[in-house]
């Protein structure tokens, strides 16, 4: 719940941004047991759209996951996974439902990472275009213009690549530490209880050791 509307709003407008047409996103958020979410990504016709999602907290570690596409065509459907990666390409013009399900799970909610990454020609066109009004002078420093674009365009997927990966890596880090913490109190529970049942059994030991060589018989003078 958000502690002010500020807070909120800002919210609101991030959750919003996140997943407008054409941009990158990636998406972090808690569902509760017995639920379902599902979010929304605009496309473009002849796209292209990835999927990638992970369970980084919550009992089993996983969810039921289903991409369905703007004609209510259920695109991917997957079931009890903790991971998943799935493109859909070409795309339609239109909403996808991107739904994560926990329904089957009564008492444990789940922590859930997912990133969509989206590839649409209108972007390719779009640079393109921006490209072409710098066609004059046709030499730079005796580079063509055309080497210069494709080096930077390279450079650019490159580290879009990079930052994409490290975030699926945090991810990744995200779920081994949770995992980690769980096993940790287990252990930590268990040896309490152990060294509470060996300590028992020691005291009992003593005393019925005791209780053997106790002579209760009054001795005469």
């Known amino acids: 719940m958000c502690t002010s509307q500020l807070a909120c709003f800002a919210a609101f407008f991030a959750a919003v941004h996140a997943f ?3 941009v990158d996103s990636e998406f972090t958020f808690v569902l509760p047991a017995g639920s379902r979410e599902c979010f929304y ?8 759209m990835e999927v990638e999602y992970q369970v980084i907290a919550g009992a089993g570690m996983d969810v039921d996951f289903s991409i369905i596409s703007p004609q209510r065509i259920q695109v991917v459907s997957e079931f009890r996974r903790s991971d998943g990666v799935h493109m859909v390409e070409p795309t339609a013009d239109g909403d996808y439902q991107i739904c994560f399900d926990n329904t089957f799970s009564r008492f444990s909610e789940k922590m859930v990472f997912f990133e969509v990454i989206l590839d649409s020609p209108a972007n390719d066109a779009g640079e393109d275009d921006e490209w072409a009004g710098l066609g004059e002078p046709e030499s730079l420093l005796e580079y063509k213009l055309e080497d210069i674009r494709e080096s930077m365009d390279s450079v650019h997927r490159r580290l879009e690549r990079s930052r994409q990966m490290q975030t ?3 991810a990744f880090e995200a779920r081994d530490r949770n995992l980690l ?12 209880v152990n060294l509470m049942v060996m300590l028992s059994v020691a005291l009992t030991q003593v005393y019925t050791v005791r209780r053997l060589f106790d002579d209760k018989r009054k001795v005469r003078s």
């Open 41 to 48: 990504q605009t496309t473009v016709t002849n796209g292209s």
């Open 181 to 192: 913490e769980d096993n940790l109190w287990r252990v930590s529970f268990w040896s309490c």
């Open 20 to 22: 407008s047409p054409n």
């Open 168 to 170: 699926v890596l945090r």
